[in-house]
Structures are given as structure tokens and as C-alpha cells.
């Protein structure tokens, strides 16, 4: 039965309990990779402007009179000024302005956030919190407390509800992006090397996927269909 345990932490990085999760309950034995992929596609493409934009010769500065006679000068033939292929002439094939935005089913969508978890459980990059608190925003204060959890790559913190001191505190800080457990994708879960979760916030992600009731009912027949 696969499942991963998980130490808490408090802010000076010292161990206080442990808890394990059964991954099988929460997505089962296979992670959609294809699926993976096709959601942070998406996020990464609904995130371009599509803005770009160039002049076609219909667009550039310059009168349309034919420049010199078609035959008889030893040149090759030519149009207007406003040619492609002279300079400060139209795009031949010019940009336009487009909207890159699609969308996958929504269910397809909570799946893959939560395969997403799921895979960086199995890679142990989940680091879990006791609480994150503090009274004025302190970017040194969190620092240290990532100094502390041995954080030094990109990290995402997840928190359980937003909080303006610590968004302020950890928006400083080079390669760290916070947000509440209600915001999570797996584009936002797959794009830092860690994951750092409060235990409220953890609790409140993993209940979303299956409530404890269900979990554990699944977990005592999971056991006995493993013992028999």
C-alpha cells in the first residue's frame, strides 16, 4: 500500500509530529501524466497577452504609385514603396492580435491538481508547517523561518486563507509565491521545486479530495482486503 509520511515542522525547523497519508486513496495508483501536461499548457497559454502585432503594406506610411516603369530601366520589376520586400514596407505576413485562451473540463482540471499533490508527495518535495503567523509583515522573519525548513530552492507556500501580512512578507523574496489552498493548480503546484503547507491548510486540501469519514473506511478496507 503506497503512502508517504510527512514531519511537522514549527518555525525554527524542529520536529513536532508526523503524519502519513495513503496516496492510493487520493488518485490512485496511476498519475495521468498526458493530463499533467495538457493542464499546464493551458495555464502557461492562458497567461500570453496575444498582443503582438505588425503593419501589412495596407498599414505602412507611403503613397501607392508604381516606382518606375515595368520595362526598359534594367531594373527588376517593382510596385509601390510599400512592398514587403523593401524597407519600412508591410509584413508580407504580418502578426496579428489573437486570443490564446482554451479551457479543459474542470473536472479534468481538479484531477490534475490533484495528481499534481500526489507527485510531489511521492518526490518528498512536501514540507509541512505547524502555523504561519505573524503580526506585521516581516520579510526577514520569514526568511529566517525558510532558513530554518532547510528552503533554499523555488517554493510555494500554501496557507489556509489569505493573509495579507505574510503575502506581503514572502512577495520579496526571490523564487517564493504564496497563496491560499483554495488557489492551487498544478501548474502552481509543479512549477517550484518544494511545496511548503501549513497543517491547516494541508488537512484542508487532502479533505477536499475525500472526506476523513470516506477515508478511513476506505483505509480499513484497504487493510483487510491487504491482510486477507
Not at 518555525?11 to 496511476?30: M, P, S
Not at 519600412?88 to 484531477?111: D, E, Q, S, V
Request: with cysteine; aromatic share 6%; proline share 3%.
Amino acid at each position: 500500500m503506497p503512502s508517504v509520511e510527512l514531519i511537522v515542522y514549527d518555525k525554527d525547523g524542529k520536529e513536532i509530529d508526523k503524519l502519513t497519508v495513503c496516496t492510493e486513496l487520493l488518485v490512485g495508483n496511476f498519475i495521468n501524466h498526458q493530463l499533467l501536461h495538457d493542464a499546464v499548457v493551458m495555464y502557461q497559454s492562458n497567461l500570453r497577452q496575444g498582443s503582438a502585432k505588425s503593419k501589412t503594406r495596407a498599414e505602412v506610411a507611403g503613397h501607392k504609385k508604381k516606382m518606375y516603369k515595368q520595362k526598359g530601366t534594367g531594373n527588376a520589376r517593382a510596385g509601390h514603396r510599400r512592398s514587403g520586400v523593401r524597407r519600412g514596407g508591410g509584413h508580407i505576413f504580418a502578426k496579428r492580435p489573437r486570443n490564446w485562451f482554451f479551457r479543459l473540463p474542470a473536472k479534468a482540471l481538479r484531477r490534475a491538481t490533484q495528481m499534481a499533490f500526489v507527485a510531489k508527495l511521492g518526490d518528498m518535495q512536501v514540507i509541512l508547517i505547524d502555523q504561519l503567523s505573524i503580526s506585521e509583515p516581516k520579510t526577514k522573519e520569514v526568511a529566517q523561518i525558510l532558513q530554518a525548513l532547510n528552503i533554499h530552492e523555488t517554493v510555494l507556500v500554501a496557507i489556509e486563507q489569505h493573509n495579507t501580512n505574510l503575502y506581503k512578507s514572502f512577495r520579496n523574496i526571490e523564487g517564493v509565491r504564496i497563496l491560499p489552498v483554495s488557489d492551487l493548480n498544478a501548474y502552481e503546484i509543479l512549477r517550484p521545486k518544494r511545496l511548503l503547507m501549513t497543517k491547516l491548510a494541508y488537512e484542508s486540501f487532502v479533505n477536499s479530495i475525500i472526506s476523513p469519514a470516506d477515508y478511513e473506511a476506505a483505509l480499513n478496507e484497504l487493510n483487510k482486503s491487504t491482510t486477507n
